[in-house]
Nanobody
Framework: QVQLVQSGGGLVQAGVSLRLSCTTSGRTFSSSAMGWFRQAPGKERDIVAAISRSGRNTYYVDSVNGRFTISRDNVKNTVYLQMNSLKPEDTAVYYC?????????????????WGQGTQVTVSS
C-alpha cells in the first residue's frame, strides 16, 4: 500500500510564495508519475502540475505556468510544488497523487493514490 503524506500550505497574502511537499511510503516512488491537483469549493478536482518518474518531463496548467514549479527528489521519496506569486484564485485544497509505472498524467482518474489534501488560502 502506498501512502502519501502532504505538508505545507496555509493562509497567505497575494504575491507571496509557498511550497507544498508530498512524501510517499514504500519503494515505488521512483517508479511513479506524480501530480498535484487542486479543488476549490463547488468545483471539480483539476490538474495543477505533473511530473514524470525521472523528473525530466513536466506539465503545468496554463493558469500556473511560470509561477509554479513541480519537482521531485527520488532519494527522499518526495514531490514538491513551489508556488510563487500566489493569487486569490489559487485558493483551494491541494492534493498530491501517484500512479505507479506511468509517465506524465493529467487526469485525476488516472491516479491510484492520493494525499490527504492541504488547504491553501490566498487573501487579496
Amino acid at each position: 500500500q502506498v501512502q502519501l503524506v502532504q505538508s505545507g500550505g496555509g493562509l497567505v497574502q497575494a504575491g507571496v510564495s509557498l511550497r507544498l511537499s508530498c512524501t510517499t511510503s514504500g519503494r515505488t516512488f521512483s517508479s511513479s508519475a506524480m501530480g498535484w491537483f487542486r479543488q476549490a469549493p463547488g468545483k471539480e478536482r483539476d490538474i495543477v502540475a505533473a511530473i514524470s518518474r525521472s523528473g525530466r518531463n513536466t506539465y503545468y496548467v496554463d493558469s500556473v505556468n511560470g509561477r509554479f514549479t513541480i519537482s521531485r527528489d527520488n532519494v527522499k521519496n518526495t514531490v514538491y510544488l513551489q508556488m510563487n506569486s500566489l493569487k486569490p484564485e489559487d485558493t483551494a485544497v491541494y492534493y498530491c497523487a501517484a500512479k505507479i509505472g506511468a509517465s506524465v498524467l493529467i487526469s485525476p482518474d488516472e491516479y491510484d493514490y492520493w494525499g490527504q489534501g492541504t488547504q491553501v488560502t490566498v487573501s487579496s
